[in-house]
């Protein structure tokens, strides 16, 4: 997962640049970041890409991202969560996924 500045980016443009190099999805945080998604074999193409395209990376970074999702019912859902949050708060964890919708 790589993060770009937005200001001045056509998301749709760049997609269609990036689609050779392995792009799998293209999309926008809350900041106004765009954040750009190839699979774990592309990561070299796409830096390189980015790279050639002059583009300012923020963060590159593995992620995990889940195929499958699950939904829970209420009570359910604020015990994952709540468990989530104890985990991320331990300072010896780094990262925390799930696959809660």
């Given amino acids: 997962e790589f993060?770009?500045?937005g200001e001045g980016v056509n998301v749709d443009d760049l997609e269609f640049e990036l689609i050779d190099f392995g792009l799998k999805e293209i999309g926008e945080d809350a900041e106004g970041n765009v954040i750009i998604r190839a699979p774990f074999n592309?990561?070299?193409n796409m830096?390189?890409?980015?790279e050639e395209k002059k583009i300012e990376v923020i963060s590159a970074e593995l992620t995990?991202?889940?195929s499958n999702t699950m939904?829970?019912?209420?009570?359910?859902?604020?015990?994952i969560l709540k468990m989530v949050d104890h985990l991320e708060q331990d300072e010896d964890?780094?990262?925390?996924y799930h696959n809660l919708k």
């Fill in 42 to 44: 592309e990561y070299g």
């Fill in 93 to 96: 964890v780094q990262k925390v």
């Fill in 64 to 66: 995990w991202i889940p």
């Fill in 47 to 50: 830096s390189k890409a980015l």
């Fill in 3 to 5: 993060k770009i500045k």
């Fill in 71 to 79: 939904e829970l019912n209420e009570e359910q859902s604020k015990n």
